[in-house]
C-alpha cells in the first residue's frame, strides 16, 4: 500500500493580484498562500511530505472542462493593459484578471493534475496542493466568483481518461457553492459530487435556486448530486461532523470510490469574512480523517477559498497533519447540532433516500414542498434575511480580524499534543510477536506495585494464576504507556478478555483517566460496573439480550451474514455518534469471544476511532481470537486504510436496531440527531 504525503505548491502562484479597487474581490489575495506556506514551516510540516513540482496544465487539460472560446478569452488577458482588464473581468460575476492571472490559472491547474498523478501512480497515499486562482465556480464558458479554471473538475476528468476510472467523489467544504463542479457533472453518474455552503434561503451568494438540498443532479446522474444548504451563519464543529457522519459518509461508503477529490476552501472556518461560519482548525483533521477511509486511503485535497489568513493556515495546516497520519486534535465546542442543520440533514437524507440503499429504510419526506419553486437566475423573493453588504461581509472589521487571530493563537497552544516517538506497541510472548509488523514495539511486561494492587484489589486469588496474571501485566504495561502518553496505541492478548477490560477500567480511574469509551465486540460474561459516567460501555454482540440500555452501558446487537462488511452503517449511525458526543479521553476495545464482526468491520471501527481520544485506543484480544491479530494491529499502526470491498446494504433488521438505538438515546447523545422531527421540547 502506498504510504506519503504530497505537497503541490509554487510561489509564482501569488503572482495574480488584483489591480483596481473592488471591494467584493479584495480579499482574494497572493498573503493567502504565503501565510499558508510560512505557518506549514513553522509546524516542520514540509520536510515530511513529498514535495511535487508544479507544471502549467496544457490546453488539452483545460479543454475536458471548458471551451475553446473562454480558453481564447482567458488566453487573451495575458497582453491586456488595466483598462481592458477590468472591461474583461466586468463581463464576469467576481472575478479579476491579471497579466499573470492566465500563468497561474494554468499552473493552479498543472498543479492539481500533477497531484493527481502522484497519489494515481502510488508514488504517494495521499496529497495536498496549494493553488491560486481557485476553480469551484468556474464553468465551462464562464469564471465565476474569484476562478478562471475550474481544477477540481478538470482534475475528474483527467482522472477519468488517465486511468480509467469510474468512481470519483469530490467533496466541496468550501463554504460558497461550487455550482460550476454541479453544473459540469450534474448528468454524470460516474462523479458524485457532495457540497455544503452557506445558503440563507438563498439569500447568499450566489443565490442560485439549484443550490437548494432538491438538486439530485439530472438524467442518469440523478442522485449523484448532494447539496446541504447551510440557512444560518455560526455553523460550528457539531454541525460539520453531524453532516459527515448522517449524510456523507454513509452516501460515500455506498458509492465506493476510486478516488476522493476535495475542494478544500477554509472559508468554512472560524473567523474567515465570507462564511461567517465557527469551525475551528481541528475540525478540518477530523474532516479529512473521516476522508482518508475512502478509495483506499486516495484522498486529494486541493485549496479553494479562505480569507482568513491565520484561520486559513492553521487549518490547512491541520488537513496536511492529517493527511501523514498524525492524531487528531479533539474537537472543542458544543457536542450538538443546531436545529438549522437538522433540518437540512433531515431535507437532504429525505430526498436522497430514493437513489441510495442506506437510506431507504429512512421514514422521512423532506419538511416543505420545493418541487414548484421556480428556478430563476438573480435573487430570490426576499425571506426577510437581509442579505450583508459588501462592508460587512467582504470586508471584516480588522478589530474581529485580530480578535480571531488572538483566539486562534490561544487555542493552537491548547489543542497542542505532543508526539510520543513510540506510535503502537504490544506486549505479547513471542511467538505471537513474530506474526507482527518490524515497525512495531514489543514492549515486555512490567510488574509494578500498581499492577499488583490493581489485580488483587479485584480479586486476590488472580495473583496465583500465572498465566492470567501474565497477560494482565501485558495489558497494564500497554495501559500505563499510553496514559502517561509514551505510547500513542498498543495491543495485548487475554486469557480472559472481559477480566482484562474490567482491570483496565479500574485501572484508568485509578490513575484519573476522566472518560473512557469502551467497545466490546463479542459475548461478555461479566457485569462492568459503568455507572458513574466515567465510563462509556458499548457491547456489540449478534446474540439477543434482555438488557435495558442506559446513558452509560448500550447493548447492540448485530449480525454479518455476508464477506462484506455492513457495520460502517452502525459505525457511522450510531457509534460514532454516540463516541463524538463522549469526547472520550481514551479508547478500549476488546475482541471476545464469539465476536461476530471479523476483520473488516474491526478495521474500519479501530481505525475510524482514532479520530478520538488523540488515536489513544488500547485493543484487547482474547487469545481464541488471535488469528485476527495481523488485521487488527494494522489499522492502529495508522500504516494501512482498511478497505471493506464493495457496498453490501445492512440487513433491514440491523437499520432498524440502529433506529431504535438512536431514538432511545438521541436525547443523551445529541450527536446521534439527523431529522429536525425531534421535537423542541426534547432538545
Ligand atoms: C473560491 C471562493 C468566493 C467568491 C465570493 C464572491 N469564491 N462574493 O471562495
Ligand atoms: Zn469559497
Known sequence: MASGTALVYDEEMTSHKLLWN???????????????YERLQDYNLIERCTSVPVREGTEDEILLVHSSDFLDVVKNTEKMMEEDLQKTSAEYDAVYFHPTTYRCAKLAVGATLELVDAVMSGRTRNGMALVRPPGHHSQRSAANGFCIFNNVAIAAKYAQRKYGLQRILIVDWDVHHGQGIQYIFSEDPSVLYFSWHRFEHQQFWPSLRESDYDAVGQGTGRGFNINVPWNKTGMGNSDYVAVFLHVLLPLAFEFDPELVLVSAGYDSGIGDPEGQMCATPECFAHLTHFLMHLAKGKLCVVLEGGYHWRSLSESVCMTLKTLLGDPSPCLSGEKAPCLSTLESIHNVRAVHKLYWKCLMYEDITPLQDLSTKPYQTGKAESTGVQPLTPQECGTMGSDEIIKTDKFLELHMKNIAFPRPSTKTAVALDESNALLLPPSLQIEKAADTKEFRNVISDFDAKLVEDEKVLTSLRNMLTILDKIIRKELISGLALSSAASL???IAIKYCSNLKVQKVLCIFVGDMDMKMDVDDGKVLLINVSSKHSEQLNTKYNI???????TETTTFFSAITGFILPVAYSFQPDLIIIVIGQNQSLGKNGISLLTSLLQGLAHSQILTLIQDTEVNLLQDIV?????????????YAPALKENEEIIKNLREQLQQEWKMLQCSAKVSVAER
Open 22 to 36: 473592488d471591494p467584493v474581490c479584495q480579499i482574494e489575495v497572493p498573503e493567502r498562500l504565503l501565510s499558508c
Open 500 to 502: 482484562s477490560t474490567a
Open 555 to 561: 447493548f447492540l446487537q448485530w449480525k454479518e451474514d
Open 634 to 646: 494494522k489499522p492502529l499502526t495508522g500504516d494501512f486504510i482498511p478497505y471493506f470491498g464493495p
